[in-house]
């Protein structure tokens, strides 16, 4: 089973990241661009076949590993 989790920066927290992007989009011409949010997406092959166990073992690695809960938040999707 495969859970997709997304890990973004908490609203408030600065986007160095995420500025520099909006700034060459606007550079480009692309000028209907207004703020933008850099994140992560990690793949996790898991070796699970109950979904809700498989979407709590990712919620725990997210929370343990993947996401620095001080200003990041994520999100897990499980894909069968």
Do not use: C, W, Y
């Not at 979904?51 to 990712?58: F, G, N, T």
């Not at 994520?74 to 069968?80: C, G, H, L, R, S």
């Amino acid at each position: 089973m495969k859970a997709v989790v997304t890990v973004m920066l908490k609203a408030g927290v600065l986007d160095p990241q995420g500025k520099a992007i909006g700034h060459a989009l606007n550079n480009l011409g692309f000028a209907q661009v207004g703020e933008v949010r850099a994140g992560k997406i990690i793949e996790l092959e898991l070796a699970e076949t109950d979904p809700a166990a498989a979407k709590a073992a990712a919620e725990e690695m997210a929370k343990k590993l993947l996401a620095n809960m001080v200003i990041e938040s994520f999100k897990v999707e499980i894909a069968a």
